[in-house]
C-alpha cells in the first residue's frame, strides 16, 4: 500500500526481472496495478479504481451482460481515472486549493441539492487561505459558466481517448465519456437521461459512487446513499440489484481486503481476456507518461522528452538496445509519482515553502511504489525512482550515493535536468541548450555521471535532442 504518512521509507532494492517473463504479460495484471496512480490523481485511497471494477463486474454479472460487453466494462473500470489529470490544474486553479482535496471532498456531494454544493464548495475553496480571498475564490467559481460541464468534459473525453489509444473498443470509451451522466439528466458532460446513457456507463457510475461512500463510511453509508440517489443519479433497476447484496456480509468484507487486486484480476472474461508483448507494454508506458504530463501545461511532452533523451544519451554511451528499451519505459514513468503532487505545487510560479519541498521530493517514492507493483515493470522501478538521486548522495528523496546508482539511473538524472532546464516553467521561459549544458557541466563529476554527460553534450552537438 502507498504510504502517505511521511514515514520514512528506505530506498529500494536492485531487481532484476527475467528477461523471459516479459515475452507475454496479462494487461488486466498491468492496468490493475497501475490503477493506484489513477488513485493518486483522484485522492482516493489506494484501492478505489480495484474495488470500483469489484462491484462494476458483479452487477455487471448480474443484469447479464455477455462476456463481451463485460470485457469491455472491465477496462472501462480500469481506466476510468485515466483523464483525470487533465483538469487537474483548471480544479487547483479555480478553487485555490491541492486538486487531490478538492476532488475527494466534492465526491461526497449530490449535486442535485444546490444548497448542499454551495455549501461544500465553499468548505472546500482557498483552504489554508485568508476569509476574504477564500470568498473571492467562491465568487469566482459561482460566476464561471458551465465549470462542472467543461471540467467533467474534459476529463472523460481524454478518458476515452487513452482507452481508444490501448486499442479498446468503442463500448469501452464510450462508457468513460458517459461516466458522469445521471439517470435524471441531470448530468455531464451531455445532460444525457435515462437509457440515452450507455449501460455500461450507468453501471460505472453506481460503481464508483458506492465504493468511494463504502470506503469512508461503509456499507450501511453506501447502500443509503444508492437508495437516496436511486432514479436521480442512478438506473433503479441496477440500485434494485445493489441492494440484494446487503446481507452478503463475507463479499463486502472481501472488497475491503488486501486480495482484491487477486479477485479483480481474476474478474476478466476468460474468453476475453487480453496479453501484451513487449510493445504492448510500451504502449501502456506511453499512454501512462501521457496521463502523467497531462497534469501540467508546464510538463506537456516531458517525460516523453526525457526517455527520448535517455535513449540517444544511452546509445551514444554504447548501451545494448534491450538495455535502452528498458531505459525508456523508465523514463516514460520516471514521473508517474507526480500524480500524488498537488498542481497548486507544480504550478506555482515562486519559491517552494518548506512543507511544498517535501510533498514535491515524495514523488519519487510514490514512483517506486507504483512501479514495483506492476510485475512487468518491477525491473526498472528503482532505476525510474533514483531520478533524483546525484553521486554525492546530495539528491532526493533517499540519499544514495555513487555506488547504488546504476547506469540507467544516472543517465536519466541528466537528461530530466537537461529536460526541465531547457522547457518552460511557470517561473522562468526555457533555457538555450549551450546555457543548459553549462549549468549541468559544473556539477559533471562530483553530482552527475561525467560520461552521461559527455553523452547528453554529443548528442546536442550532432543534432540528435
Known amino acids: 500500500m502507498l504510504d502517505l504518512s511521511g514515514a520514512v521509507i528506505p530506498p529500494p532494492v536492485p531487481f532484476t526481472a527475467p528477461e523471459e517473463s516479459l515475452a507475454s504479460v496479462s494487461l ?24 470500483s471494477c469489484a462491484i462494476g463486474m458483479r452487477l455487471a454479472e448480474e443484469a447479464g451482460l455477455d462476456d463481451e460487453a463485460r470485457s469491455a466494462l472491465y477496462y472501462a473500470l480500469l481506466l476510468k481515472d485515466a483523464g483525470c489529470s487533465s483538469n487537474a490544474e483548471r480544479f487547483a486553479t479555480l478553487f485555490g486549493s491541492a486538486d487531490q482535496v478538492v476532488k475527494y471532498r466534492m465526491k461526497f456531494t449530490d449535486w442535485h441539492q444546490r444548497t448542499r454544493l454551495a455549501l461544500r464548495t465553499a468548505a472546500t475553496v482557498g483552504l489554508g487561505q485568508p476569509v476574504w480571498t477564500r470568498a473571492r475564490q467562491f465568487v469566482r467559481i459561482a460566476r464561471t459558466e458551465d465549470m462542472t460541464r467543461d471540467l467533467i468534459r474534459i476529463r472523460c ?18 462508457s468513460i465519456r458517459s461516466l458522469d451522466e445521471h439517470w435524471c439528466g441531470l448530468g455531464y458532460p451531455e445532460g ?33 446513499m444508492a437508495r437516496q440517489r436511486r432514479g436521480s443519479w442512478f438506473d433503479p433497476r441496477l440500485v434494485n440489484l445493489l441492494l440484494g447484496w446487503e446481507g452478503d456480509a463475507a463479499w463486502w468484507e472481501a472488497l ?26 510500451d504502449a501502456v508506458a506511453q499512454a501512462f507518461a501521457e ?28 548501451m545494448d538496445p534491450a538495455a535502452g528499451r528498458t531505459l525508456r519505459r523508465a523514463g516514460l514513468l520516471h514521473d508517474v509519482g507526480k500524480l500524488g503532487t498537488s498542481s497548486r505545487i507544480l504550478e506555482k510560479a515562486g519559491p517552494l515553502t518548506p ?8 514523488h519519487p517514492r510514490y514512483t517506486w511504489e507504483i512501479l514495483d507493483r506492476v510485475g512487468a515493470f518491477r525491473g526498472f522501478a528503482r532505476m525510474a525512482a533514483l ?23 544516472r543517465i536519466l538524472a541528466v537528461a530530466d535536468i537537461y529536460e526541465a532546464l531547457t522547457a518552460d516553467r511557470p ?39
Open 387 to 409: 531520478h533524483h538521486e546525484k553521486l554525492d548522495g546530495s539528491g532526493y528523496p533517499w540519499g544514495v550515493g555513487a555506488d547504488e546508482l546504476e547506469p540507467g539511473a
Open 291 to 318: 496521463i502523467v504530463d497531462a497534469k501540467s501545461p508546464f510538463t506537456f511532452r516531458h517525460s516523453t522528452n526525457v526517455a527520448a533523451y535517455a535513449c540517444a544519451v544511452a546509445e551514444e554511451l554504447g
Open 355 to 362: 512543507e511544498e519541498r517535501r510533498e514535491m521530493e515524495l
Open 157 to 174: 473525453d481524454r478518458g476515452a481517448g487513452i482507452a481508444l489509444q490501448l486499442g479498446f473498443p468503442a463500448a469501452t470509451a464510450d
Open 192 to 224: 444525457r437521461r435515462a437509457e440515452e446513457i450507455p449501460l455500461l456507463s450507468r453501471i460505472s457510475n453506481l460503481a464508483q459512487c458506492v465504493e468511494i461512500f463504502y470506503t469512508r463510511h461503509g456499507r450501511a453509508a453506501a447502500l443509503r
Open 28 to 51: 488486466s495484471e498491468v492496468l490493475s496495478a497501475l490503477s493506484h496512480a489513477l488513485d493518486l490523481t483522484e485522492g482516493q485511497p489506494p484501492g478505489h479504481t480495484l474495488r
Open 256 to 281: 475491503g481486503g488486501s486480495e482484491v487486486l487477486a479477485h479483480v484480476v481474476a474478474a476478466e472474461p476468460r474468453d476475453h481476456r487480453r496479453v501484451v508483448d513487449g510493445d504492448g507494454l
Open 427 to 465: 517561473y522562468r521561459s526555457g533555457m538555450s541548450p549551450e546555457v543548459a549544458l553549462g549549468i549541468i557541466r559544473r556539477d559533471a563529476g562530483p553530482r552527475l555521471c561525467a560520461d552521461a554527460v559527455a553523452g547528453l553534450e554529443a548528442c546536442v552537438r550532432q543534432g540528435r535532442l
